[in-house]
């Protein structure tokens, strides 16, 4: 019998869990409390209970596998998880204090300062345009721009200390996903990422086309927050490089397994993040990577209305049901879609990945994709929308 993994939580992260651990050949198990979440589809077995009430079953589905991983972030599910996994003798992928220190951004921003790594300036020595976040919350929720005083008020009231108050910084959004364990750090590849006018990240795009030594920059940040972390497990770390190339600033960091990015690094560089963290906590070494030739990826997500179709963000296919995987779906070398195969396309959605030699042909792919979407459910295609002052890195990709 193959090995299994237990992934807990099916949304956009258990999605990202499930494609991996699939690839990777697991067994997938899915626990879930929704009666038909998005990663149902993608898992082999698929169990809808709540680790906070269904504990025994809990363990008895952990037991059956080789390792848990949880892929939420509700603090008191989590400690059930990481308390639940013990009792069961199994491996759970997670490091509950690495992900402590990163889940408040006030409180991560301070340790950004202690370890010395570059940061957008905060209220109120920042300038407007300000960026105001949630200092709880994730997947861009509460997030927007402010450009005056006024603006400021309406959007976080009077007690500002539930709220993150930045600089906006200007230029390209990058990821980078990093493995940590002993005090050593792996750095995957460096994604693109670019966000719809709700500060939601509609694509990811490999390779970035940063350059060496901006990467190295990148990776000695990400060496840094590994230490600081004393991180078992994974971490992302999010930076923007501002348009003249001048400065690097992070953004955000979570020590948990993050969407999308690591499914675009499978497909450009070969590496799977689900496989390598199972060798962290299942055979307790932290894997070496070998830097592959970088193929062009773009992964995108695109949501129907009615007669339309636009580029939009990933928290709107968080709800989506009847999920299933596609192989050359309309010239995309995968699809996650729900999308009937005739008739209207309405409320539907699709995330089309494109893998080719380089980014220009993948992006010649991506539109030929989007064109017979159109056609074939007679919609038209919205124009898209970035948010203030960020770089449009697929509308630069030249056609070669
Ligand atoms: N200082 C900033 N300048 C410009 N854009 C920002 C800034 N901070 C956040 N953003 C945008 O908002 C998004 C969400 O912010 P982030 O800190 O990642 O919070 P979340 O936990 O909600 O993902 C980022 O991915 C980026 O697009
Ligand atoms: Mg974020």
Redesign the pocket.
């Known amino acids: 019998m193959r090995e299994g993994i237990c992934i807990v939580g099916g949304k956009l992260q258990g999605m990202e869990a499930a494609y991996l651990a699939g690839k990777a050949g697991y067994e997938v198990m899915l626990i879930d409390k929704a009666p038909e979440p998005p990663a149902a589809a993608l898992a082999d077995e698929f169990y809808r209970m709540d680790v906070l009430k269904d504990l025994e079953a809990t363990k008895t589905a952990f037991r059956r596998a080789a390792a848990v991983l949880p892929a939420l972030e509700d603090e008191a599910a989590l400690a059930t998880i990481v308390r639940a996994s013990r009792k069961a003798g199994v491996p759970c992928m997670h490091d509950e204090g690495a992900f402590l220190k990163t889940s408040r951004?006030d409180a991560f921003s301070e340790l950004c300062r202690v370890w010395g790594l570059p940061q957008?300036a905060r209220y109120p020595m920042a300038k407007f345009p300000m960026?105001v976040?949630?200092v709880v919350?994730?997947?861009?929720?509460?997030?927007a721009l402010v450009r005056n005083r006024a603006e400021m008020q309406n959007a976080v009231g009077e007690d500002s200390s539930k709220w993150?108050i930045?600089?906006?910084?200007?230029g390209i959004?990058l990821s980078l996903e990093l493995l940590g364990m002993n005090g050593e750090a792996m750095p995957f590849q460096v994604t693109c990422?670019e966000?719809d006018e709700t500060?939601g990240?509609k694509r990811v795009l490999a390779p970035s086309g940063i350059g060496d030594g901006i990467r190295d920059r990148i990776e000695e940040i990400g060496d840094k927050l590994v230490k600081g972390l004393d991180l078992k497990g994974v971490t992302d770390l999010?930076v923007?490089l501002r348009s003249d190339n001048s400065s690097l600033?992070v953004?955000?960091a979570?020590a948990r397994l993050p969407s999308q990015t690591p499914t675009v690094v499978f497909h450009s560089a070969g590496e799977n993040l689900v496989a390598l963290l199972a060798d962290i906590f299942i055979n307790s070494r932290l894997p070496k990577i070998n830097k592959h030739q970088e193929k062009g990826v773009i992964y995108q997500h695109l949501l129907f209305g009615d007669g339309t179709v636009r580029v939009a963000a990933e928290h709107n296919i968080a709800h989506a049901t009847g999920l299933r995987i596609e192989t050359n779906f309309h010239g995309a070398d995968e699809a996650i879609t729900n999308l009937p195969q005739e008739g209207s396309a309405k409320g539907y959605v699709a995330t089309l990945i494109i893998v080719d030699s380089d980014l220009s042909r993948a992006k010649i792919r991506m539109e030929e994709a989007t064109e017979s979407l159109c056609e074939h459910y007679k919609v038209f295609r919205n124009e898209e929308r970035s948010?203030f002052?960020?770089t449009r890195v697929y509308d630069k990709i030249e056609k070669r």
């Open positions: 951004k957008p960026i976040k949630p919350g994730s997947g861009s929720r509460g997030v993150m930045q600089e906006c910084v200007n959004f990422l966000f500060y990240c999010q923007a600033d953004i955000e979570n948010p002052g960020m």
